[in-house]
């Protein structure tokens, strides 16, 4: 797999500009937020839910984040930039094979947003009402289609791989189908694989679709 160039910094999101991202009162309200969640869907969390959880006054909510909305735009990015880090980590680090190598980078996948599956879960759900959230997570999973496809393309160069569709649409529809797969597993929405199981059953996806065999060379 190939060496990932670095990616931009993500903009940071939901929190005011003039705040240190390492105050105390604004990672407690960031904690709530995830423990909540975990217990109920946004909708049921208020801002005096977030306020109290966090130990503050409403106010002083407010000097931190505009909105409920801004807590999780804001809990997306911190989630983001530990994926990031991860899959960066992977395609960067030399491969003792094609399984290892995707085994490696799928399993960051899994572990980042299984770390966070009340979030996941959340964000989610948010895509189809929140146009900020939809935003940011649609330039995340680009960054990851562009690393996808340019690993397919090394495979294939260099004959590990045999032709097939061009590598972003296959990149795009296996990372779509890492998603939906997620989100069954985590939120019980629908049929949905075991958790023990999804890392093994998605890599052997991928494996066949990128080199047509669960089992490459």
Do not use: C
């Not at 996948?109 to 146009?131: G, K, M």
């Not at 690993?151 to 990149?171: K, V």
């Not at 629908?190 to 890392?199: F, K, S």
Request: net charge neutral; aromatic share 8%; proline share 6%.
């Amino acid at each position: 797999m190939p060496t990932a160039a670095s990616d931009p910094p993500l903009a940071g999101r939901g929190r005011r500009a003039a705040r240190p991202s390492g105050d105390d009162r604004e990672l407690a309200i960031l904690a709530t937020a995830e423990r909540l969640l975990a217990e109920r869907p946004l909708a049921a969390i208020s801002v005096d839910d977030l306020a109290r959880g966090a130990g503050i006054s409403r106010p002083t909510f407010y000097f931190y984040f505009s909105s409920k909305d801004a807590v999780l735009l804001a809990l997306l990015d911190r989630v983001v930039a530990e994926a990031d880090t991860a899959m960066r980590q992977v395609f960067d680090t030399p491969a003792s094979g094609a399984r290892d190598g995707w085994a490696r980078a799928i399993g960051a996948y899994y572990e980042t947003f299984r770390a966070h599956r009340a979030l996941t879960v959340a964000w989610a759900q948010a895509r189809s009402t929140n146009d900020e959230v939809r935003a940011l997570w649609s330039a995340v999973v680009e960054r990851w289609v562009q690393r996808s496809a340019a690993a397919i393309d090394a495979e294939r160069s260099r004959g590990a791989a045999p032709p097939g569709p061009a590598a972003r649409d296959l990149a795009v529809a296996l990372t779509s189908m890492n998603e939906r797969v997620l989100y069954a597993t985590f939120s019980g929405d629908g049929p949905a694989v075991a958790e023990q199981d999804v890392v093994d059953v998605l890599l052997g996806i991928w494996l066949s679709a990128v080199y047509g065999t669960a089992a490459p060379g």
